[in-house]
């Protein structure tokens, strides 16, 4: 008994989300096919028609090899892949902003067919305004939620277009820098500056003429060590932190390489600074 509710239930869902495919109301066809499958994973006509619904290639083309590899005898699977195999060998990405719409198979029983009404509405296309900046019409939308973006707000992504939300969301962990974490970055670049700056200024002042090269040698090697000692402490990294880490070393360093007047700690300073800024991308 609660198999046959479940099938009926996947059933209604699959036709509901046709239903609104053809309605051209992409997002609630995706939610329909969706909660078909959270029911059956593993339902072919739920996998061929969320395919239908998404417009980045490579995402049709995992749901549909989905749907062959657990039906292999699926000719309009086989077919739908094959045009979205053409258009990704063409250097394509993503699908039109309209709607394919597809024909109900013969031979299905009246009751699973869809409504007469449905198939003769004609796909509408809505007016929409982007999220962020609700005066801008834009037929844009995100790949991801769905909502509509402007031009200003697109950012891409293997995956299509991103809006801003979804592309930060998506953003390595170490990119993603928080206040607490740049004046962290800031405070360990500035303690260092002085430090480094202190002990390289008497190094090189005990060699005298040689110190110039010495400070070719070792200014991008503490540079280098400063970086692991972030990756170690904080592993932040990106534009907000290389600039930070910049400035701060460069504070720190300043005073020292201002009073000692040596032009060989002037060169360790710039090349360990260009070395972290270079090595925190």
């Known amino acids: 008994m609660a198999e046959s509710t479940t099938a009926g239930d996947v059933l209604a869902l699959v036709q509901g989300g046709r239903v609104a495919l053809m309605a051209g109301d992409t997002y ?57 195999e053409a258009h990704l060998a063409a250097g394509e990405v993503l699908a039109p902003g309209g709607v394919q719409v597809r024909e109900p198979e013969r031979g299905i029983a009246a009751d699973a067919a869809l409504p007469a009404e449905a198939a003769t509405m004609p796909a509408q296309t809505e007016t929409c305004y982007c999220y962020n900046h609700p005066k801008r019409e834009t037929g844009l939308r995100c790949t991801s939620c769905d909502r509509p973006i402007c031009a200003d707000c697109v950012r891409q992504a293997a995956v299509g277009q991103l809006c801003p939300e979804c592309a930060r969301s998506r953003r390595p962990v170490n990119y993603k820098v928080s206040a607490g974490s740049l004046a962290l970055s800031g405070v360990i670049a500035l303690a260092y500056g002085l430090f480094a700056s202190v002990v390289a200024g008497l190094a090189l002042g005990m060699v005298g003429f040689f110190g110039l090269y010495l400070a070719i040698i070792f200014g991008p090697m503490a540079g280098e060590l400063l970086v692991r000692m972030l990756e170690r402490i904080n592993r932040k990294r990106g534009r907000s932190v290389q600039i930070a880490v910049g400035i701060c070393y460069g504070v720190g360093a300043a005073p020292v390489a201002l009073l000692s007047f040596s032009l060989g700690l002037a060169v360790f300073t710039v090349a360990a600074l260009v070395t972290v800024v270079t090595r925190l991308r």
């Open 28 to 84: 609630t066809a995706r939610q329909r096919f969706r909660q078909a499958l959270a029911i059956d994973p593993e339902h072919v006509d739920a996998l061929i028609g969320l395919a239908g619904t998404l417009r980045a290639y490579r995402e049709k083309r995992e749901h549909l090899l989905r749907a062959l590899s657990i039906d292999p005898s699926s000719a309009e699977a086989r077919a739908i892949l094959a045009q979205v």
